[in-house]
C-alpha cells in the first residue's frame, strides 16, 4: 500500500520522484513539463503553484503537493511561512498567481459565482480566533451555516445535537461565545465547520490561542473527525503538538514546501 508521504510531493530537488533542479548548464525542458494528472483519490492537488501579492511579496514558490482523501495532514512553519496563504488558496479566499488548484476534480481558476459558492460548502474552516458571532447562542452560531445554505429547519435541529456531542458541547448549547473558555470558543467554531458534513477540514492554526490542555483536546475532536473519514489539513507552529499527534507532516520554510521526518 501507498504510504501517505508518498502520495505528498514537493517541488524539491531532493525528494524521489523530483527531477534536479536545472543548474546554468543544464537544459530547462524538464522543468516545464506539465505536472501528471492526480490520481482518482486525490481530492487535493497543487501543482507548480506560487503566490505573489500586489506588494511583490512571495507567499508560496513553485509548491506541488497531493492530499488523499482520509488524509490528516499538518502543514508547519514560522510565522509568514505562507500557511494561511496555503489555506485560503484551498477553499478560494486567495486566487493563485501561477500554477492549479484542484479540490475536488475541480480547478479553483475556473470557479466564479455560484459554482465557487458550492465547492466552499464541501470545505468546513476553522480559524484560529474562532469568528463567532458575538449575540448568537452556540446553537445559533453552529446552525448559521446551514441556514446560510436555506436547509430547513427539521434538518438543522436534526444536525445540531450530534454535532454539538462531537465536540462535547451538548451542554453549552444556549450560552453565548463570551460565556465560554477559549478551547470551548474553538471547539464551537469546529462545530459550526463540520455541520454540513463536508468531506474537507481545513484548520488554521485552530490551537494558536490555547493552553496545552485545550490544544490536545482540539487536536483529539480533529483526529476523531478524520477517524470518520474527513480529510483534515492543519496549520500549525506547536512542534511539540505535532510530534505528539503522529501524523505526517509537511514545512513551509520561504514559500517553499518541505517534508518532515518524525
Known sequence: MTSVRDRLSTHQPTFPGVAPRPTAAAPVAAATTAPPKPAADVIVSLQQVSKIYPNGSHALADVNLQVRRGDFLFVTGPSGSGKSTLLKLLYGAERVTKGSVI?????????????????????????????????????????????????????????????????????????????????EQQRVSIARAIVSTPPILLADEPTGNLDAENSWQVIKILKKLNSI?????????????????????????????????H
Open 229 to 261: 473519514g474527513i480529510t483534515v489539513i492543519v496549520t500549525t507552529h506547536d512542534e511539540h503538538l505535532v510530534r505528539m499527534s503522529n501524523h505526517p507532516v509537511v514545512q513551509l520554510r520561504n514559500g517553499r514546501l518541505f517534508p518532515v521526518k
Open 103 to 183: 479540490v475536488q476534480n475541480q480547478n479553483l481558476a475556473e470557479l466564479r459565482g455560484n459554482r465557487l459558492s458550492l465547492l466552499r460548502r464541501r470545505i468546513g474552516v476553522v480559524f484560529q480566533d474562532y469568528k463567532l458571532i458575538p449575540r448568537r447562542t452556540v446553537s445559533e452560531n453552529v446552525a448559521f451555516v446551514l441556514w446560510a445554505q436555506g436547509v430547513a429547519r427539521k434538518e438543522i435541529q436534526r444536525r445540531l445535537i450530534p454535532t454539538l456531542k462531537m465536540v462535547g458541547l451538548q451542554d453549552k448549547a444556549h450560552c453565548f461565545p463570551d460565556e465560554l473558555s477559549g478551547g
